[in-house]
């Protein structure tokens, strides 16, 4: 399992920013597909945004022209820009990573972080 390591969430009011961020160990040396799904209460997980390690990017319905997604330089973290938060983006939001490589070896499994919450309310 590689560990994800996640942070920026919190409480905002409506309107407002944040930014999430997405570490993983530096002994990875490519990660293929990176990006962020979030669950809120009674639903089920949702994408949020995800970036290949060419850039291309993918983006869920409701978040599109608010959220933005980017990687690192050394293209081992991913961070998500997201403004103009409304209530209804209040979740849980976990970063995951897809087809590592480390140490030579091909992992195409997916791997999860704990979360980190966002709570958008006044």
């Known amino acids: 399992q590689v560990p994800l390591v996640e942070s920026g969430g919190g409480l905002v009011q409506p309107g407002g920013s944040l930014r999430l961020s997405c570490a993983t160990p530096?002994?990875?040396?490519?990660?293929?597909?990176m990006g962020w799904y979030r669950q809120s209460p009674g639903k089920e997980r949702e994408l949020v945004a995800s970036?290949?390690?060419?850039?291309?990017?993918n983006y869920g319905e409701g978040v599109k022209g608010r959220f933005t997604i980017s990687r690192g330089d050394a293209r081992n973290t991913v961070s998500l820009q997201m403004n103009n938060l409304q209530p209804e983006d209040t979740a849980v939001y976990f970063c995951?990573?897809?087809?590592?490589?480390?140490?030579?070896?091909?992992?195409?499994?997916?791997?999860w972080g704990k979360g980190t919450p966002v709570t958008v309310s006044r």
């Open positions: 995951f990573a897809v087809g590592v490589w480390a140490a030579g070896d091909f992992d195409p499994t997916d791997h």
């Open positions: 530096g002994s990875i040396s490519k990660i293929e597909t």
């Open positions: 970036i290949s390690y060419d850039a291309g990017t």
